[in-house]
């Protein structure tokens, strides 16, 4: 388990031999249905892109993001032999829902805050799914790769769209969530509702998530 960790930061500081360059793009796809019922108005999706994509359109593999990762994090982790390698695929970086890049409860204008619906893991792959269909229309990509929570949004494209790709690679990943995940993302929510309702700085919340988070990124044997 050590060793896939250290192998996932690898990838996300970006130590490669080679680095690239892309722009933030957004992909407009409209209102949203959510897996609970609710709807996200005016849904955004960010991303970014790397390598060519061929003229047959075949050659696509969706990058998705980790938990309080963004598709930037991956500028100089991608390139030539890197992973992917971008001089035989073109890589979609995706920005999952709720990263204040994709539509979020910072940046949405009709559903700020406290307003903005619940979402699930489900809901960010079914915005991906419209965002690669309308700024490249693809019809199959030729993989999909993730980390952590990136892992859990391969596992929900597996079972939510499973023709539209040829391969998944997950990292770190789990299909089904434990009661250790549970309790870790329960402790990570109350840090910052607690936060908010004792007025406690940002840069102390951000102290002790970094410090809860570091202690999640190992298993209970490890521990």
Request: net charge neutral; aromatic share 12%; charged share 20%.
């Amino acid at each position: 388990m050590k060793f896939f960790i250290i192998i996932f930061f690898v990838i996300i500081v970006g130590i490669t031999t080679a680095s690239s360059r892309s722009v933030q793009r957004y992909s407009s796809i409209g209102d949203l249905a959510l897996e609970k019922g609710d709807t996200l108005y005016d849904c955004s999706v960010g991303f970014r892109t790397f390598g060519e994509l061929n003229s047959e359109r075949t050659n696509g593999i969706l990058y998705c993001t980790w938990y309080m990762g963004k598709s930037a994090d991956l500028e100089g982790s991608l390139g030539p032999g890197g992973y992917p390698d971008t001089t035989k695929y073109f890589v979609i970086a995706a920005d999952a829902l709720c990263d204040g890049v994709s539509s979020s409860p910072s940046n949405s204008r009709r559903q700020p805050g406290e307003r903005f619906p619940a979402i699930t893991i489900h809901d960010m792959v079914n915005s991906q799914y419209r965002m690669v269909k309308k700024e490249f229309g693809i019809t199959q990509l030729h993989g999909i790769v993730g980390g952590s929570m990136g892992g859990m949004q391969v596992f929900e494209w597996l079972v939510s769209y499973p023709s539209f790709m040829k391969k998944a690679a997950v990292t770190v990943g789990t299909p089904q969530l434990t009661v250790y995940n549970k309790q870790g993302f329960t402790i990570l929510k109350t840090i910052i509702e607690y936060g908010r309702k004792y007025s406690i700085s940002e840069m102390d919340q951000s102290a002790l998530y970094s410090m809860i988070f570091a202690m999640l990124l190992r298993t209970p044997d490890y521990i």
